[in-house]
C-alpha cells in the first residue's frame, strides 16, 4: 500500500536533549512537509522540500533541522534549542498535481 | 498573498442538524480547493476537493463548490452524526508546484 508513515507515534524527550522524528512516503511524491499542531490550534509550517537536497524554512523554524537526502525521506530532529517542544508533529507529501497526503502523526512530551 | 480564512469554531450542534462551515480563500488564478477532517489523535485526511470554478467536490455526505464570483468553497452536510465529530481544515494549492495553504481550522462537535 502507498502511504506515508511517520514513527514512533509517541516520543519522550529530555530537557536539553535533541530527538528525531521520521517521515518516509512510497508515493513518489517531490514535495513534503513538517507541521506542529498544538492543542485546539492549527497547523504550523516548521520545513518543507520541493525537492531532494533542497529544503526551505516555514513560519516556526526556530530550534529545528531537517535533511532530504532521499526523496522518500524527510527526517526533523528537535533540537535542544527548541524551549517549548511539546506538540503533535505531521509530516506531509504531494505531487505535482495532487492533494497532501498525510501521516499519523508523532505526539512529543518532554519529562 | 495566498491565504485561506474558515469559520471559527467551535461548532456544536445536535445530530441530524443541517451543518454549515464557511470558507473563503485569496489567490492568484485558479487554484484547487480541499477540505480536510482530522480525527482526535490522527492525521488529516483529504474529504474533498475541486479544481476549477463551478465544481462541486463531494464525499460521505459532505459537499462543497468552488465559487469564484465569492471566492468560497463552504462546506456542507444536509444531516450529521455524532461520528461527523472533528477538525475540519479547508485549504488551497496556487499551482500545481505550489505548496498547499491551510486555513486555520474549526471544531465540529455533534450532540446526540
Known amino acids: 500500500d502507498g502511504g506515508i508513515t511517520q514513527s514512533p507515534k509517541y516520543l519522550f524527550r529530555k530537557e536539553g536533549q535533541n530527538v528525531t522524528l521520521s517521515c518516509e512516503q512510497n508515493?513518489?511524491?517531490?514535495?513534503m512537509y513538517w507541521y506542529r499542531q498544538d492543542p485546539g490550534q492549527g497547523l504550523r509550517l516548521i520545513y518543507y522540500?520541493?525537492?531532494?537536497?533542497?529544503?526551505q524554512k516555514g513560519d516556526i523554524a526556530e530550534g529545528y533541522s531537517v535533511s532530504r537526502e532521499k526523496k522518500e525521506s524527510f527526517p526533523l530532529t528537535v533540537t535542544s534549542a527548541q524551549k517549548n517542544p511539546t506538540a503533535f508533529y505531521l509530516c506531509?507529501?504531494?505531487?505535482?498535481?495532487?492533494?497532501?497526503?498525510f501521516g499519523q502523526g508523532t505526539r512529543l512530551t518532554v519529562v | 498573498g495566498n491565504s485561506v480564512t474558515q469559520m471559527e469554531g467551535p461548532v456544536t450542534l445536535s445530530e441530524e442538524a443541517f451543518l454549515t462551515i464557511n470558507c473563503t480563500y485569496t489567490a492568484t488564478g485558479y487554484p484547487s480547493l480541499f477540505w480536510y477532517v482530522q480525527y482526535p489523535g490522527e492525521g488529516l485526511q483529504l474529504l474533498l476537493k475541486?479544481?476549477?470554478?463551478?465544481d462541486k467536490g463531494s464525499n460521505k455526505g459532505f459537499e462543497a463548490t468552488y465559487r469564484k464570483e465569492t471566492t468560497s468553497f463552504h462546506l456542507e452536510k444536509g444531516s450529521v452524526q455524532v461520528s461527523d465529530s472533528a477538525v475540519y481544515f479547508c485549504a488551497l494549492r496556487y499551482s500545481s508546484a505550489s505548496k498547499i495553504i491551510f486555513g486555520s481550522g474549526t471544531r465540529l462537535s455533534i450532540r446526540p
Open positions: 475541486a479544481t476549477k470554478a463551478d
Open positions: 522540500s520541493q525537492i531532494v537536497n533542497d529544503f
Open positions: 508515493l513518489n511524491h517531490d514535495a
Open positions: 506531509a507529501s504531494n505531487g505535482m498535481n495532487t492533494e497532501a497526503f
